[in-house]
């Protein structure tokens, strides 16, 4: 199978895989470089042909991660059609081109020791080509007859179609061979046809609206829209959520702060099933107009929640009024959900404090960065700094010097505290498997000393790893 890039710098360029890893990233020593994207990491993630045939990807621990058909994975294996996104470039999986069959040289017939031709047609068609060369001197003559040459005509024999077959001389059998053959291609291609038919009929069930239960009975997955327009001579702000399928979509537009924030992520069916619980709570669904205005003034205010369960459409909008206590109730869950999940805490405050705390953190973040050999833990506290930086300036427009500055920055402490994690690791393993028990709790307790989060992926695995260690150390 290869790698064929479908959008990005390179579109169209494909890539064959084999055992050895080929790697992506934005390093020049990758098989596969991605240039001047700041989402991929020096060295995102690679890819190989296992054991068994599976071409497999893997994440190289990534800063913004890798995604298989929209799910963000650590491994996974990949199987043809699959669509692979690292930063802004989307790879297809596709099979390795079969190799054309030269008009000039057709399929040779020989005995059945001889190897198959490539197929190329239908088992019924290569059938019937099949008969229809065996039998053409024999039809040659009855041919002439039917175009009027002769005077009369043998009696017609109806064979399978409906079409008339005149009696044929008798003639020898095809050989067994060429029998078995021709018996079992028809089979290779009827089971490969019954399981490319399931095979569509298993993506077209996936990309059909899921099916949850409610109190109500069955009904397709709840869809959520909110919008909030605010618009004035000075500013126009506008505020879009939809929540719709397994995934969640947040525009959020601030013409006088030059704020422009879309996000997008996939959620749990249950998520959204419990926002819709707390929303119907509230009151919402009893809500009896489906518009509440008042009279036009400077200040254009303007909210609308849709809410769709199956059929059922319940849609109110607020117009330059005071909203019913229900509807302020389900504006705040939506809020609320939108600032946790997506976390978007930084539009409600000012564009100064935004930039004042970026520039604290650019300057604490650089400061630990520059001490990372005096205590183990500055090297992952740098990289927290760095990524607060690009946190309060993701919504402002124009991005300040530090924002590209803090990317990079970021970019590098991350790779030095992988290759640091990387190497520990190493002789933690080589340690046990010596059975140098006290050598490999020195290097366990490195890396938790390293990644002092507990959260963290990395200090789990060594946590596991230490426990098991100290069993064999003597007691105190």
């Not at 004042?356 to 520059?370: S, T, V």
Request: proline residues 5%.
């Amino acid at each position: 199978m290869k790698l064929r890039i479908l959008q990005g710098r390179r579109r169209g360029r494909e890539y064959s895989v084999g055992k050895n890893p080929v790697t992506i990233g934005r390093a020049a020593q990758c098989d596969i470089v991605i240039p001047d994207d700041q989402l991929v990491s020096s060295e995102h993630a690679d890819v190989r042909m296992d054991e068994h045939g599976q071409m497999v990807i893997r994440d190289l621990e990534s800063v913004n991660g890798t995604e298989v058909n929209g799910q963000s994975i650590d491994e996974s294996v990949l199987k043809p059609g699959d669509e692979i996104s690292i930063g802004s470039t989307l790879f297809e999986v596709i099979e390795e081109a079969a190799r054309p069959v030269r008009e000039s040289e057709p399929p040779k017939r020989g005995p059945a020791t001889e190897k198959l031709p490539v197929v190329t047609k239908p088992a019924v068609e290569e059938a019937e080509e099949e008969t229809a060369e065996e039998e053409q001197p024999r039809r040659k003559e009855e041919e002439v007859e039917e175009a009027g040459e002769t005077g009369e005509e043998a009696p017609a024999e109806l064979t399978f179609g409906g079409k008339p077959k005149r009696p044929a001389k008798k003639k020898p059998a095809a050989p067994i061979g060429r029998r078995l053959m021709s018996l079992g291609l028809t089979a290779l291609l009827t089971i490969v046809a019954i399981g490319g038919g399931l095979y569509v009929w298993k993506e077209v069930q996936r990309s059909m609206p899921q099916v949850v239960s409610s109190m109500g009975g069955e009904t397709r997955r709840p869809d959520l829209f909110y919008e909030k327009v605010e618009a004035s001579t000075q500013n126009i702000f506008r505020f879009a959520l939809r929540l719709s399928g397994d995934k969640v979509t947040l525009n959020v537009d601030d013409l006088k702060q030059r704020r422009h924030v879309q996000r997008e992520k996939k959620v749990g069916e249950g998520l959204i099933i419990e926002l819709v619980r707390q929303i119907e709570n509230g009151g919402f669904d009893k809500l009896e107009k489906p518009k509440y205005g008042g009279f036009p003034a400077d200040k254009q205010e303007m909210a609308v929640i849709e809410l769709t369960r199956g059929a059922r459409v319940k849609r109110v909008e607020i117009e330059n009024t005071i909203a019913p206590d229900a509807f302020v109730n389900a504006q705040k869950v939506l809020e609320d959900f939108a600032q946790n999940e997506l976390g978007i805490a930084a539009i409600n405050r000012s564009r100064e404090e935004l930039i004042r705390e970026a520039d604290e953190a650019y300057l604490r973040g650089k400061q630990l960065f520059e001490q990372r050999d005096v205590d183990y833990p500055n090297l992952y506290n740098a990289i927290k700094a760095f990524q607060l930086v690009q946190i309060d300036l993701e919504i402002i427009e124009p991005k300040p010097a530090n924002f590209a500055a803090a990317v990079q920055n970021e970019t590098l402490a991350k790779d030095m505290l992988k290759e640091k994690i990387n190497s520990l690791r190493f002789n933690a393993e080589q340690a046990m498997k010596l059975g140098e028990w006290a050598k490999a709790q020195t290097c366990l307790s490195e890396i938790l000393a390293r990644v002092p989060d507990r959260e963290d992926e990395r200090y789990k695995e060594a946590d596991r790893k230490l426990i098991g260690v100290q069993r064999h150390l003597p007691r105190r």
